[in-house]
T-cell receptor, first 119, second 115 residues
Framework: KAGVTQTPRYLIKTRGQQVTLSCSPI?????VSWYQQTPGQGLQFLFE???????NKGNFPGRFSGRQFSNSRSEMNVSTLELGDSALYLC??????????????????FGPGTRLTVL | AQSVAQPEDQVNVAEGNPLTVKCTYS??????LFWYVQYPNRGLQFLLK??????LVKGSYGFEAEFNKSQTSFHLKKPSALVSDSALYFC?????????????FGSGTQLTVLP
């Protein structure tokens, strides 16, 4: 099976712009989570989607949003970019299989990330 | 609230020696515990997880971890380190009490295996 793919891999934006990142989960996986990784704050949870519904949300401002499509692909959007948004954004997919049942015990498999630089 | 502590930012070990990367956790309910490894400019790779059952969990690339409930620890171990094991290691926890399902990660431990 192909792994989790994220596009683009690298992105450079300026303050005030907005950006959209994309994540395609492992085939058959229905849950997608997003994390932000920075040297100062480490890995922080952004949000999780399952069957097109946001299940959980981390402690990030409303400028960070996401969505999930019927094919389980997910996008996250950051509006009005700030310098502090520069980070590696990681997407993780997990099974959530079984007639729409949501299993929190599923292992999350990560993509390579999108490196966002805000100038 | 759930939290994870990795008390060592850096661990150095000679090739062929056993290695241990430490992790302690705090959750209000039962913990689900994970170890991931990250190589430069890459995402996180899953190594192993503890859900329930045997306290000694075996994972990928010869790694294992021991769950100790009384000490709230989940240390990662390998009997004989390889230079290729040099990477950044993250411990993560998920508390199954309540509705939250996200992983909470430790700050990471940089492992360097010296030839």
């Amino acid at each position: 099976k192909a792994g989790v793919t994220q596009t683009p891999r690298y992105l450079i934006k300026t303050r005030g712009q907005q950006v959209t990142l994309s994540c395609s989960p492992i085939s058959g996986h229905r849950s997608v989570s997003w994390y932000q990784q920075t040297p100062g704050q480490g890995l922080q949870f952004l949000f999780e989607y399952f069957s097109e519904t946001q299940r959980n949300k981390g402690n990030f401002p409303g400028r960070f949003s996401g969505r999930q499509f019927s094919n389980s692909r997910s996008e996250m959007n950051v509006s009005t970019l700030e310098l502090g948004d520069s980070a590696l954004y990681l997407c993780a997919s997990s099974g959530g299989t079984g007639a729409g049942v949501y299993f929190g015990t599923d292992t999350q498999y990560f993509g390579p990330g999108t490196r966002l630089t805000v100038l | 609230a759930q939290s994870v502590a990795q008390p060592e930012d850096q661990v150095n070990v000679a090739e062929g020696n056993p290695l241990t990367v430490k992790c302690t956790y705090s959750v209000s309910g039962n913990p689900y515990l994970f170890w991931y490894v990250q190589y430069p400019n890459r995402g996180l790779q899953f190594l192993l997880k503890y859900i329930t059952g045997d306290n000694l969990v075996k994972g990928s690339y010869g790694f294992e971890a021991e769950f100790n409930k009384s000490q709230t620890s989940f240390h990662l171990k390998k009997p004989s380190a390889l230079v290729s094991d040099s990477a950044l290691y993250f411990c993560a926890v998920r508390d199954m009490r309540g509705s939250a399902r996200q992983l909470t990660f430790g700050s990471g431990t940089q492992l360097t295996v010296l030839p």
